[in-house]
């Protein structure tokens, strides 16, 4: 089975559309919760994903295969089996971390030779390891191996550095497909993105975005933002790149962002986000409201009997207060992070949700703004 997506309608360059993959069909624009080593940060079970209208699963590619291994995971029927989550899963390719490790790392022709924050020891990842990796888990969406150059690089280290990733892709695409073939594959209608690099340059990344949508992949990535440039920088990386990406074809933003972030992608044809802000931010009592957001450690809630926020459908928020998960939080308690980090991943989920309608009823522009200048307000 190949993907299919259906490009429902546009609201400017805003998109609304469907994906049907071989673990369901989804809707898009989309956030996807970040299950670094499948599982979600702060005591969040699959069974929570699916009660704050979570529509699709990320995991990691370098972590899930240093700690506990992708062929244990494999033995136990894939990701899915062993999270017990039956939605997509899109894995990355561990090439975020080569950028991550650069002080640890060799890149060569061949792959990437680099060591393991864990305990040292030496790896190696290319296009097909890589592939193999991520094969094991039995990801619904798989990425490609690419390496991401710093926004700032210079452009003599970004031009052959894009090269080589397109021959990497190329590389992917071969070994997917021959993984695809083989009778134990966990799942052979596993779906490979690539992904767009190019730093800051315009020209590099429309060049780079015209070869790879060559290769007719089931979606396509921009990778490499929101890693040391502005967010002005990046709107315009993304306002030339995304339309020289297949219009018929999901278009993701990697590693993205805040609710404003994500607001200004869709207006520029993006379709799937994902980011640890939420999960990370909850940890801390840092928590997002259609008004901005509210330290839950301010000494001002100790006595705020109100919900998070007024209206929201969360399992925070539908029972506690203010004052309660403040009290949770400064007295160390689990619970206190559990539901912070579920407030803030069902803001998330049920942002996309009424992005989605606004485009359905052609009012994109008009949400946009006023959630923004709402957000940009002071929280009470």
């Not at 029927?77 to 060799?106: C, E, N, Y």
């Not at 497909?177 to 490979?192: A, K, V």
């Not at 590693?255 to 607001?263: D, E, Q, R």
């Not at 619970?335 to 803030?344: E, F, I, M, S």
Request: proline fraction near 4%.
């Amino acid at each position: 089975m190949s993907s299919c997506f259906k490009l429902i309608k546009k609201d400017g360059e805003a998109r609304r559309g469907e994906l049907t993959t071989v673990h369901g069909t989804v809707q898009t624009p989309l956030f996807m919760n970040v299950g670094t080593v499948a599982a979600i940060k702060g005591g969040v079970s699959s069974e929570d994903l699916e009660n704050i209208g979570c529509q699709v699963e990320l995991s990691n590619t370098y972590h899930l295969h240093v700690r506990t291994g992708d062929e244990l995971i494999k033995r136990f029927g894939g990701l899915h089996k062993f999270m017990d989550w039956h939605k997509p899963i899109l894995t990355d390719s561990g090439g975020f971390q080569v950028f991550s490790l650069a002080s640890m790392r060799k890149i060569k022709e061949e792959g990437v030779t680099f060591r393991s924050h864990i305990d040292g020891h030496k790896i190696f990842m290319g296009p097909e390891e890589s592939m193999r990796i991520q094969s094991n888990l039995g990801s619904t969406i798989a990425m490609a191996f690419d390496e991401c150059p710093p926004a700032k690089a210079e452009r003599e280290y970004v031009l052959p550095s894009v090269q080589r990733t397109e021959r990497w892709l190329a590389r992917c695409k071969a070994e997917m497909d021959r993984l695809n073939s083989l009778e134990d594959t966990i799942n052979i209608d596993q779906l490979l993105f690539g992904i767009n690099q190019g730093a800051v340059y315009n020209d590099i990344r429309i060049d780079n975005a015209k070869r790879i949508s060559e290769l007719d992949l089931p979606g396509y990535a921009i990778g490499g933002l929101a890693v040391g440039e502005t967010h002005e920088e990046m709107y315009d990386v993304i306002a030339h790149t995304a339309p020289f990406l297949p219009s018929d074809k999901p278009r993701y933003l990697m590693g993205v962002g805040t609710p404003a972030n994500i607001l200004e992608a869709v207006e520029r044809g993006i379709d799937m986000f994902d980011c640890v802000y939420p999960s990370r931010n909850g940890r801390h009592g840092h928590l997002y409201t259609h008004f901005g957001k509210i330290n839950i450690n301010n000494a001002k809630y100790a006595e705020d009997d109100r919900p998070i926020e007024e209206g929201c459908g969360c399992p925070a928020c539908r029972r506690y207060s203010r004052a309660y998960i403040r009290h949770l939080h400064k007295s160390g308690e689990m619970l206190g992070l559990r539901l912070c980090v579920l407030h803030n991943l069902y803001f998330y989920n049920h942002l996309m949700e009424e992005i989605r309608q606004s485009i359905d009823e052609d009012r994109f522009a008009s949400f946009k703004k006023e959630l923004l200048d709402n957000m940009n307000s002071s929280v009470e």
